[in-house]
Nanobody
Framework: QVQLVESGGGLVQAGGSLRLSCVGS????????MGWYRQAPGNERELVST???????NYADSVKGRFTISMDNAKNTVYLQMNSLKPEDTAVYYC??????????????WGQGTQVTVSS
């Protein structure tokens, strides 16, 4: 089982920036995609952005042009640079890893979540 550890959340004023990081650790796994989802109080968890091991990215319309996802394959780490933050970006952000284990079974893992709060 791969473990995910997130960092970088916090409190920021509207217009500010934050950078989230997520490191995957475990033995013998092959990344398919890594990404970020978020969940605000009373809302369902929603996609923010994903990136494949080949570098293909995907963004929710609400964050296009403001957020940038990147991945360091060698370090099994995904980053989310969040600029021009808005109060509506306030949520718990969860890291997600879609991977193949040593017997080529496809598995999805989630991090514990990190709080991002944007004040107006």
């Amino acid at each position: 089982q791969v473990q995910l550890v997130e960092s970088g959340g916090g409190l920021v004023q509207a217009g500010g920036s934050l950078r989230l990081s997520c490191v995957g650790s475990g033995s013998r796994f092959s990344i398919n995609t890594m990404g970020w989802y978020r969940q605000a109080p009373g809302n369902e968890r929603e996609l923010v952005s994903t990136i494949s091991s080949g570098g293909t990215t995907n963004y929710a319309d609400s964050v296009k042009g403001r957020f940038t996802i990147s991945m360091d394959n060698a370090k099994n780490t995904v980053y989310l640079q969040m600029n021009s933050l808005k109060p509506e970006d306030t949520a718990v952000y969860y890291c997600n890893l879609d991977y193949y284990n040593y017997i080529r079974a496809r598995i999805r893992s989630w991090g514990q979540g990190t709080q991002v709060t944007v004040s107006s």
